[in-house]
């Protein structure tokens, strides 16, 4: 299994990026997707998460910012960051648990390789 990001960048204060992350490989389906970011010299941390159904749940910080969304037909998920912020500058990771054993429903959760996103003038 694989998951690849794409999307990151370097975006001014107020501005706007929109990430992607697509799962590929062995999978019968997949439960909570996330994105978490990695600041310099500070732990990783959640962002935003989506359920198979399509429930949200955000960190305090992006609330009202950030949108997590995701396309179950083409194992992907996205990440609309609006009215960026300069503290929001991190690599940005998404995470998903894959099931990829349609007969035992086993999954295992999975990392892509992550994409900066720089926010500066």
């Known amino acids: 299994v694989q998951l690849v990001e794409s999307g990151g960048g370097l975006v001014q204060p107020g501005g706007s990026l929109r990430l992607s992350c697509a799962a590929s490989g062995n999978i019968f389906s997949i439960n909570t997707m996330a994105w978490y970011h990695q600041a310099p010299g500070k732990q990783r941390e959640l962002v935003a998460t989506?359920?198979?159904?399509?429930?949200?749940n955000y960190a305090d910080s992006v609330k009202g910012r950030f949108t997590i969304s995701r396309n179950n037909a083409n194992n992907t998920v996205y990440l609309q960051m609006n009215s960026l912020k300069p503290e929001d500058t991190a690599v940005y990771y998404c995470?998903?648990?894959?099931?990829?054993?349609?007969?035992?429903?086993?999954?295992?959760?999975?990392w892509g390789q992550g994409t900066q996103v720089t926010v500066s003038s």
């Open positions: 989506i359920t198979s159904g399509g429930r949200t």
């Open positions: 995470n998903a648990d894959i099931i990829y054993s349609r007969a035992t429903m086993r999954s295992l959760h999975y």
